[in-house]
């Protein structure tokens, strides 16, 4: 007996010494379930902080921009960073936290006061925007960005509407001849300005566009025999022109003086253009990007909902854009 209790001790010395000991990481989820992972196959495990706003949606109503959408319109009149602008939104605003507003600043072309620009204004707060219009566009972009940094405090203050509502990190900047370069300088010099959108408008000196070298995305909406025309395409036709960018022109249209669509043809006329620009920007309705970036999309060679006439547009540098 002791000769073989001598032998299954060895052995069992021998299988515990020669034997490899494996072990498997194990991760107990929320829900009780067990996710085991080998060691052999972990290289590093962390804890990285997660972007809160990774998993937010903005909020849009109706899906045609073509038509208002189901939202009502609100408007609060005075206000902003200089008690001069007006400040339009959904009538009901999104109490999901996870789902908030896309901001637009809306720039007035020159002599123009907030208030008259129905037509554009309905059309992007209808779809779910909020826009402040500006008491007036100097062109040089720091009342926008002097507006954005109003909404942004707005949107940090537990006392206003707008408390955490607003998404404030990708905002869009539009408006009408001045108006359009207030909004231009606004995308070239503020980071959370992510798109522009100009009407009836482009560069005096024809270089602002070719002036931005990270990507953001721009569009300018004209007329056919607006003045606005020859710095338009000035600006859009800059050698130096990198960024993703589209020249949108109404054509075939009504002669009231100009000889087809002219200087306001892009917030009365055109307005569907910006509202689907921003959808697609704003919204992050990629979808859209076809409408703008293909031969045959709506706004490059489509009809113009509503009215006569139809769409000229062009497009380049969208080859290698990304999405943020």
Known sequence: MKNLFSIIFISAFAIGAFAQTTYKMRVVMTDGSEVFYNTSEVSQVDFVEQNQEEGIKVFLSGDDPNKDGQCQVQTDRYTGPDGQCFLNYPSQLSNDPNVKHGVIIWGPGGGEKPGNYSNMIRRLVSHGFVVLELKESPGGGDRAIDAINWLEKENSNPNSKFYDKLIMDRVGCAGHSMGGLESEQAWLKDERVYT?????????????????????????????????????????????????????????????????????????????????????????????????????????????????????????????????
């Open 196 to 324: 522009a959108c100009l009407n009836n408008s482009g560069d005096l000196n024809h270089v602002a566009m070719s002036q931005m070298k990270d990507g953001k995305s721009i569009a300018i909406v004209y007329g056919e025999a607006g003045m606005e025309r020859p710095n338009a395409e000035a600006d859009y036709n800059n050698y130096g022109v990198s960024c993703p960018a589209c020249l949108i022109m109404l054509t075939g249209g009504p002669d009231q003086g100009e000889g087809g669509y002219g200087h306001g043809s892009g917030p009365w006329t055109g307005h569907a253009a910006t509202c689907a620009w921003m959808r697609w920007h704003i919204g992050r309705e990629s979808f859209r990007k076809d409408d703008f970036t293909t031969p045959n999309g709506e706004f490059i060679s489509g009809n113009i909902a509503g009215a006569q006439g139809r769409w000229s547009g062009k497009y380049k540098n969208w080859e290698n854009w990304v999405e943020k």
